[in-house]
């Protein structure tokens, strides 16, 4: 297997990151956070200003779920690509 990048520490040489972990990570919570967002947003939309938790609360969960369910997909298409790069490098 091909050394992606110089070692540029004192990193073990056998030092790698857990792809596999990171693509389980990923598969379990993405849907997980974009329910979230979905569930939080239509519940905002419903609620009057009146009601406990108002909507202010529930946008911003929405939106911190929007945003993790980001990070969840762009991780996930980083790991896809890297596992992609290794099984080239291998063949």
């Known amino acids: 297997m ?12 056998t030092a790698r990151s857990p792809l596999r972990l990171r693509l389980l990570l ?3 919570f993405l849907p997980l956070f974009v329910a979230g967002t979905v569930l ?4 905002a939309a419903r609620s009057d200003s009146g009601d406990s938790p108002g909507p202010g609360p529930l946008v911003l969960l929405a939106v911190v779920c929007g ?7 762009l991780d996930l ?4 690509r890297r596992l992609r790069q290794e099984r080239g490098a291998a063949d």
């Open 2 to 13: 091909g050394r992606r990048n110089p070692r540029t520490g004192t990193e073990p040489v």
């Open 26 to 28: 990923s598969c379990v």
């Open 40 to 43: 939080f947003g239509v519940w």
């Open 67 to 73: 945003v993790l369910a980001l990070t969840a997909a």
């Open 77 to 80: 298409a980083v790991v896809l």
